[in-house]
Structures are given as C-alpha cells and as structure tokens.
C-alpha cells in the first residue's frame, strides 16, 4: 500500500493542510509512521492543490514555493486521510531539528537521524547511571569511614571503662532503691502516727471529761460497732461515745452542748450530732463554711437567699435577694472563728482567713444556682 497524502503544520504560521508526499522534498515514505514527528521537511505550498508532476518541477527553481513543516499523520488517500482527521485530536510533537538539506538525499537520512538521537537517548542514560553508581560509592565510603572512627572513639573502643560506668549505674540504681524503700517504711510509720493522733485529739476535743476507753485500730479490728459515722475516704473511722457527751473548746469554757442526737452551736442553733463532726473532719476551711451554710439552712433555702441582701453588681437587672438571718449568720462566724483559734494561726494570718467568710458563703450560693440552671435546662 504506497503512501500518497500527508498531513502537515507549517512552522511559519502554524497553519495545517493535507498535501500529496509529491509535494514535500526528498520524502518517500513506505508505510503510514514512515517519518519524524520532530523533524521539519521541505513542503511545496501551491495555491491551487495539484497532483500534476510536471507543475511541481516547474516551481523547483521559486524558492519562495517552499516551506518548512512538520507531518502529523500519513495516509493512502485523502478521504482516508480526512476520516482520520474526524472527531480526534492529533498530538503535535515539539520540533528539535528545523534544519532541512536542499541537496537531494536518501531515505537512509532519516534513518541516520533517527539512530543518531537514539544513540544520545543511550549515552545520555548511560552517563546518569554512571553518576549514580559514583555517587553511592562514595556515601558507602564516607559512611563505613565514620563507622570506623566512632569505634575507635572512647565510648566503643575503651570496654574496661563502659565497664566500669556500667557498673557504677548499677550500684547508684540499686542505693536509690534501698532508699526508696526506707522511705516507704517511714512514711506508713507517719501516715500510723498522724491516725492514731487524730483519733486521739478528735476525742479529747469531742468529750474531755468523759471516762477515756481504749481506742482499737479498725484496721486491726475484725469486730463491727454497733455505731459509726461515714466519712470521706481520706478520713479515719471514728466510733463515737454512745452516752451524749458535752463538746467544748480546749481552751476555755463549754461551748457546744449536746442533748440526744442534737448539738447546740449557739444562739438556738442545733443541728445533728453526726453532721457536725463531719463538719470537724473537713480540711479546708471554705468547705467548712459551705458545708455548715448548708446544715443550717438548707440548699433549696439557701439559693434563694444572699449574704447582706445586696444587689449583684454582675446582674445588674436582677432584684436583691432577701438577706440571711444576722443571728444565724454570727452564729456560723463564731463556729468559724473557734475552728481558726483552734489552727495556732498568727495574728495575720487569721485576719486575712476571716475576712473569706462571706466570701465563701456567697460562693456556695452561686455554686446552687448554678446547679439549678442546669437542672431547669
């Protein structure tokens, strides 16, 4: 099947056209990918497309006749040619070469070329891989150099000495764990002490003129009592006396009284035995205070209620609420001065302690109301 159309791109004005192979010098191709995609060829440009021989010798001497181009795709005829060209997109390669010779030549110069650039492509991929090879040689070098030089360093090369420090890490580890356990012993020796010396003040405090009864370790106890309070689990069990017995400060008269199951705190305040000296085991003095607010008036009472009957200046919108009772409220101050008169604090240091006692009342309240919203929502 001889090849007789082509079709080509003028490198000038980028204009396309299907041309007979007669028209493009020194060009017999064989077959449809008989040539060079980025090659330019000699194309003959006639106003009028002809197929007449003798019409193109005529025009080989007007230069001007010929242009260079680039083939896109090669066909037996122009209908076939046209059919190709329907509804696809042809790939237009990147011309290197766009030097063309006007001499007459054979087909063996395209092949020439073509083997030329191939050969290139080799050399060019042969050379890459040469660099490489180089370039993980040396890597390998500078990396087994290093190694070499660290094991000649101290830290490889010296085994008596890693010897030595090991040995001396290992005696080091082993002292500070004989001490960490001495440590141990003594704090469950203190942690002993400080029960038995809370156990012992909490009963001095709670009934001095009460006949003193051997206390037992209720965690060397197996017997249950008939009585006991829980407590937080930070807290040691007390067993409290089970005749009433009067409470009062170690310092100076009876303060606190208590008849049956209640206790008299001052001013006709009473509130349950077991309440208050749970109210005696707290630690901090604001959840003293809270705590205590709450035994007198009640958390639904207390919500409702603030400390002088102000207005907050947060809420500015918001009515004042009715204030708490001044004999309940001296009442809760006197119990809360007691407890820091019993803390041997200086003189300093209880001024700025009692200051934070409405402070802390008033913090409880927010704390309901906010618990309130809560729950409303």
Known sequence: MSI?????????????????????????????????????????????????????????????????????LLAASRKELEKKLEGTRVKVSKVFDTSVEDSSEDESASSSLRQEMLDSGKARKEKKKEQQ???????????????????RSAVFGDEPEMKRKCHGLEMKNQELMTRNKELGAKMKEVQDLNIRLQRALLEKLSCPHCEKKD?????????????HTTFPPSSPEIVPEEE???????????????????VHIGQNVW????????????????????????????SDKLKDKSVDGKACNRFKGNAAK????????????????????????????????????????????????????????
């Open 322 to 377: 009715p204030p708490l009772s001044p004999v309940k409220l001296d009442t809760m101050k006197a119990c809360y001065e007691d407890r820091l008169e019993r803390q041997n604090l200086s003189k300093e240091e209880f001024a700025i302690e009692q200051k934070k006692f409405k402070k802390f009342i008033t913090e409880k309240i927010m704390d309901l109301n906010r618990t309130q919203r809560k729950k409303d929502q």
């Open 215 to 227: 206390v037992k370790d209720p965690r060397n106890s197996k017997e249950v009592p008939t009585r």
């Open 244 to 262: 009433p017995c009067r409470m009062e400060r170690s310092d100076g008269p009876s303060k606190y009284k208590t008849t049956g199951d209640k």
């Open 4 to 72: 007789s159309y082509a079709y080509i791109r003028y490198l000038k004005d980028q204009e396309r056209e299907i041309v007979n192979v007669n028209h493009i010098k020194n060009f017999h191709p064989e077959h449809e990918l008989d040539f060079i995609p980025n090659k330019a060829y000699m194309v003959q440009w006639l106003a009028i497309d002809s197929d007449d021989e003798t019409e193109i010798d005529s025009n080989l001497q007007d230069p001007d006749s010929w242009y260079k181009a680039q083939i896109l």
């Open 133 to 151: 090879k180089a370039k993980s040689s040396s890597l390998k070098k500078l990396l087994s150099e290093r190694l070499e030089c660290r094991k």
């Open 271 to 298: 509130l349950p035995v077991k309440t208050w000296e749970m109210l005696q085991l707290q630690n901090k003095n604001s959840v003293f205070v809270k705590n205590l607010a709450v035994a007198i008036w009640g």
